[in-house]
């Protein structure tokens, strides 16, 4: 068995000095001892280390001899089998064994002292992901100044270095960034302002003022006198106490202000309704606090709101009104005479009517509220019942024929009434001759026929106009003015509500006796308008949830008055106060 | 007497042994996420209990009290970077701080998400809101992996010291450079090149998932096919496919490290950023008040 062993030694001028010499023997022995076949002078290295020798196959087993072990291709290890053809490396202390063979010649093994290689501590940090990333520290550095730059000092710088202007709906803010400060889109109302944060929120720290929000909201005014609402709302819980405490100390403006009940940045959409505690907070036995209080209390539409009370005419011929509680069963005087029940029978003469002139009035086999009553455009209301639109079709007033035409009697005005039936100079009369006849085309029938008899049919038709069985009087209540016949003066209203909002549009899948009992109402004096009761078939309070609508005070009832008294170009406006818009439907 | 305070001792010592080995995570007893359990179910019951108008958001009465608790709660998590440098026992022992650290920090989820009210935006305080649920959720990973992947590191290792893992590389290298001699300018050329190139020139992807595939020893392989070989290229090819195991360990196991130190290449530069976005958050709020 041959080994060709190879040394390399470098000179102190760093020159190589390759010794090749052959072993030929079975086993190599490697170590410190000098008798060692290879002898490595390295305190490092044991007496006698390993030996190395042939097995059949060729390939060399290396063998520690004692505990000490050896590196094999980097790897500690006490024993190695080499392909000398594939080659390896071998480890003692200093000193490398390069195993390698050329072709059919022996194995060799070149020996080579290394310099004691400096720590590879710079190579082990490649394993950390430290040497892919950049330092956490430096990230989070960047990320830090990045937030507070963009969202902390720009924003704050361009707000104090501001221009200031008055409010401006209409107008992008100046501030920079701010929109990163929204908490939320603001109400359909207050879209406009989106961009123009400092038109609300004008000084730094500083809650949102009254005198802000009515910069542009300058046709507000008082629910009542402050000092009133100031006793009315009477002493404050001990929660709310605390919760008004903090909030004064981190300066807000306090009760009564405008963000107290009215809540922004809650999303687009409809302002959100203000909640039913904030009216209730006074109007909860409030007549305790405010002895002297025509209002009635209420804090729950559910269990503690008052009857209705219903603005209507109660005196027959009189405009004069008053304002009655429901529960005391009213009785309505507008001067007609119209019993509901009457014209909405399904059976009776009026259903006969209806059906016989149906297919030309657009009626049915009976008539229904919606043949006389006809919404308003939005469908939150009716307009006035009108006689010749409504009534006329069947109680016409119609008194003459002329060729194919119909003549009527005028609608409303009760002399020319008088006069139109006095002129009807056509109806037959009793002729003033008997068995005579005029000649030729003054015969009657002829071209120049005139009837020179008594009117008497006309004055007949006259009285009995105004008769209770005529035909004014089929509607009207007959009277005497300064000694003349004439009809009842009549009032009807439009509404029956002060303070309440009602929309039909919302109620339109119920039906309209549903709430207005007009099918059994046998005297035109019912005042048909809904208790609360029937409205409590649906609507409770606002905590009530098994309700089929929770309802707060909102829903029909504004909170501001609709203009400050004597503010010009302002008028009745109850649908478009603030409180209201919220509750109308889009 | 004498053996009475040996036996006493010895109990203390085996009870501090006991406590010794024991995770944080089940640090006395569970201790904190008992502690967190019932700060989660009083902050769940008494979201849907408290009735506020007109709706639960950050700005109510039962928000800022959230909020203000949230806030307390992410300054105190955050120094445990500082706590952590100074070791201590006892009550308040570093495992305490991480038990409660983690615990409380999961009850952050619950406390920051109800103060939120669920109105989330495009906006500094979902900025804030977000950073702090990637924060958690990084934390949870870390937890998670420094359960799973230890193990499968020191598989990986199979009794080597990252430093032979290092000279084995390297001498397969000095041994390939010798036995390229006798080979032509093009195969020596696929030689060095897989020599050359450095091992730890990986980048955040190919450590984390362990795929190179641009690996110089892989290429050079395809310059020596089976069948087609002399003996020196022979040589050459049987030491660069052992090139290509050492690497492989060595890849693997800068896999694991990256999958267990990446979550805090997230944890921390977000808990910074975090601190950031909340003074952002609760300045703004303030300041348009």
Known sequence: MTFLIRTIDFTASGREIIRDRTAEQKTLSIGRASENDIHLPDLAVEQNHATIRQSETGSLIVEAAGTMGFTHDGRKTSAATIDPSTGGELGFGAYRLQIAQDGDGPPAITISQVEAAPEADDNLAGFALTAALPSKRVMAWAGLAAILLAFLAIPIYTHLNRSTVTGDYDRAGQVVMDASWSTGALSTAHHGLEDNCEACHVEPFQSVRDETCLTCHEGIGDHAEIPRQNTGRGPLSKGDEIQWAIADMFGKEGQGSCTTCHTEHEGAGRMEPTAQKFCAECHDGMDSRLTDTALANAADFGDAHPQFQAVFHPTLGSDATARISLSKNPKEQHGLKFPHELHMNKAGGVARMASNIGAKQGYGDSLVCADCHTPTADKNSFLPVDMEENCESCHSLVYDRVGTTFRSLRHGNVAQMQADLRAMDRAPRRPVTTGRRRPGEYAQGGRYYQNFGRPARSYIAVNRALAPDGVCGECHIPTTNNGKADVMPVHLRDSYFMHGYFDHKAHEQEDCTTCHAADTSKSATDLLMPDIAICRDCHLGEQATQAEVPSSCAMCHSYHPSTVPGAPGKDKGRSDTVALISRKPD | ?289
């Open chain 2, 1 to 289: 007497m004498a053996s009475k305070a040996d036996s006493s001792n010895f109990a203390q010592a085996e009870k501090r042994r006991d406590t010794d080995h024991e995770s944080f995570l089940a640090h006395k007893r569970m201790r904190w996420l008992k502690i967190s359990a019932v700060l989660c179910l009083i902050v769940v019951i008494s979201y849907f209990l408290v009735d506020v108008e007109p709706r639960h958001n950050g700005g109510t009465w039962y928000g800022y009290t959230l909020g203000t608790i949230g806030a307390l709660l992410i300054a105190w998590l955050s120094v445990l970077g500082i706590r952590k440098r100074n070791i201590s026992e006892g009550k308040w022992s570093l495992k305490a701080w991480t038990s409660a650290h983690v615990y409380l920090g999961l009850a952050l989820i619950v406390i920051g998400t109800m103060h939120t009210g669920f109105q989330l935006g495009w906006n500094v305080h979902t900025l804030a809101w977000a950073l702090m649920m990637l924060v958690i959720v990084s934390g949870i990973y870390g937890i998670s992996v420094y359960a799973a992947l230890p193990r499968a590191l020191s598989n990986n290792m199979r009794e080597m010291t990252r430093k032979q893992m290092v000279e084995g590389l390297a001498a397969l290298d000095r041994q390939l450079d010798s036995a390229a001699q006798p080979l032509d300018r093009m195969e020596a050329d696929a030689v060095i090149n897989a020599t050359q190139q450095d091992a730890f020139r990986a980048g955040l992807l190919a450590r984390l998932t362990g795929s190179y595939p641009r690996c110089a020893t892989k290429r050079a392989l395809k310059a020596f096919p089976d069948g087609a070989l002399n003996k020196h290229e022979e040589k050459v090819a049987s030491l660069l496919r052992k090139r290509k195991s050492q690497l492989g360990q060595i890849r693997r196991h800068m896999r694991y490290k990256a999958l267990l130190e990446v979550w805090l290449f997230v944890h921390i530069p977000a808990t910074i950023a975090l601190l950031a976005a909340l003074t952002a958050h609760i300045v703004s709020v303030f300041y348009y008040w």
